[in-house]
């Protein structure tokens, strides 16, 4: 059995025990995506055991790995709730305030509500459910790898999409992160509806691009007409 089953057993018992965790905080690009999972830790056979065997933190594993773990958890998880906002809120709003309130609402819909609740790394001031901050939590409990893993799996799954729509921007090879291949593309191409103007990148700088916060978040700097867009290819009502 997996360690990480250990230590959720350790306090959940037999009972149930949900984890929460975040993907996507340090990219330039694309949504941030929580994600609750709910394991009932009694109702768990050998056989579930064996293919959660893998569980850890999802950056830690390869995207194979990732993809088969997401239908395994899919299958033997109790519950499984998926938020996420875009790069306009999280401009608007901040990346931090961003976070704490996707994990808040990941972990309140969890229903029934499970006795205990583990979030990665953060603790949610406002959040109606009890529960327990864990540093390095991925790496701890098993339930919280599993979040690690759909919000991981959810959150490249759509980037690999949206490449379809941003090609030039190569999406599908980094997901969004600040890779050299990225803020090149960014310096060549301009940004688009995806990116969050309110990271620091050197590419943004180069092009002279920022968000003034005195002005409610309105895109400053020589844009030059660099910011594009693919017909009906936001993220929902919450496109830039």
Do not use: W
Request: aromatic letters at 4%; charged letters at 20%.
């Amino acid at each position: 059995m997996n360690q990480r089953f250990s230590y959720d057993a350790a306090l959940a018992g037999g009972g149930l025990v949900a984890g929460a965790d975040e993907a996507g905080r340090g990219c330039l690009a694309g949504p941030l995506v929580a994600a609750a999972v709910c394991f009932d830790l009694g109702a768990l056979t050998v056989e579930d055991h064996a293919a959660l065997a893998a569980l850890d933190d999802s950056k830690k594993l390869t995207r194979r790995t990732r993809e088969s773990l997401y239908g395994a958890i899919l299958r033997r998880a109790r519950q499984v709730v998926v938020v996420s906002c875009g790069p306009a809120t999280i401009d608007g709003v901040g990346l931090h305030r961003c976070n704490i309130a996707l994990l808040s609402r990941a972990a309140e819909a969890l229903r029934p509500r499970p006795a205990v609740v583990l979030v990665d790394g953060f603790a949610l001031p406002r959040c109606g459910c009890d529960h327990q901050k864990v540093i390095g939590g991925d790496g701890l409990s098993a339930a919280i790898a599993a979040a690690s893993v759909i919000a991981k799996v959810t959150r490249d799954r759509v980037m690999t999409r949206l490449h379809d729509a941003y090609p030039q921007y190569g999406f599908d090879r980094h997901v969004g992160y600040a890779t050299a291949f990225h803020q090149e593309a960014i310096v060549e191409h301009g940004v688009c509806v995806l990116h969050r103007l309110s990271f620091a990148s050197v590419a943004y700088q180069q092009l002279g691009l920022g968000l003034d916060a005195t002005q409610g978040g309105g895109l400053t700097g020589a844009c030059d007409g660099r910011l594009r867009a693919a017909p009906g290819a936001g993220l929902g009502g919450d496109s830039r």
